[in-house]
């Protein structure tokens, strides 16, 4: 954006005018996001996104302009306290996930000792699976049934498709034709 037009929305900005503001956070989001984006490390990348920063920040920044009647002066200290703003609020969020990232290990390294054991089914778990089960056996065709049955076995759809004869496709539409006729017993 060329330096009459950042200058004249500065102007804006300082007023209060809340399309100025928007015009401000689209010319700089991309340069923030950049300040965010070098200094990530790559372990949060998972937990946050430079778009996530920049947008808190961002929510701030409109507070202070509208409640606190900041002011400045030219567009280059306007960009610098964006910058800072932007840069305290990563430093916030690093410290936020860095302690839970420190407790987190990684189930891949550990043994299958250490791992906790999964939750059985309760009884009211394994009666509704069953009740479901059959509902689903109601509403499928009778070519359809083995197919059913070795989804719920487990088969992924390609396996299925090779023992049915069937195309993958039609595997799928099958699956998605049953869930949708259950879908609306369900609701009559």
């Known amino acids: 954006m060329s330096r009459p037009t950042l200058d004249?929305?500065?102007?804006?900005?300082?007023?209060?005018d809340l399309e100025a503001a928007e015009q401000v956070f689209v010319t700089y989001e991309p340069y923030l996001r950049q300040v965010v984006r070098r200094r990530i490390p790559s372990r949060l990348r998972i937990r946050f996104d430079s778009i996530d920063i920049v947008q808190s920040a961002w929510r701030d920044l409109l507070h202070g302009f509208r409640q606190?009647?900041?002011?400045?002066?030219?567009?280059?200290?306007?960009?610098?306290f964006l910058v800072k703003v932007t840069r305290n609020r990563f430093i916030d969020r690093c410290r936020q996930h860095s302690a839970a990232l420190d407790r987190e290990e990684s189930l891949?390294?550990?043994?299958?000792?250490?791992?906790?054991?999964?939750?059985?089914?309760?009884?009211?778990d394994i009666a509704e699976a069953e009740?479901?089960?059959?509902?689903m056996l109601i509403l499928c065709p009778a070519e359809h049934r083995e197919l059913l049955s070795l989804k719920r076995a487990g088969?992924?759809?390609?396996?299925?498709?090779?023992h049915t004869g069937l195309h993958v496709g039609s595997v799928r539409r099958v699956l998605r034709a049953l869930a949708l006729r259950l879908a609306r017993a369900r609701l009559s």
């Open 8 to 16: 004249n929305l500065l102007e804006k900005l300082c007023r209060g």
């Open 155 to 162: 088969w992924p759809l390609p396996e299925i498709a090779a």
């Open 108 to 124: 891949m390294d550990m043994d299958g000792d250490e791992l906790p054991p999964a939750r059985e089914p309760q009884p009211h």
């Open 68 to 80: 606190a009647g900041w002011r400045f002066a030219t567009t280059a200290q306007l960009q610098a």
């Open 131 to 135: 009740d479901l089960w059959q509902r």
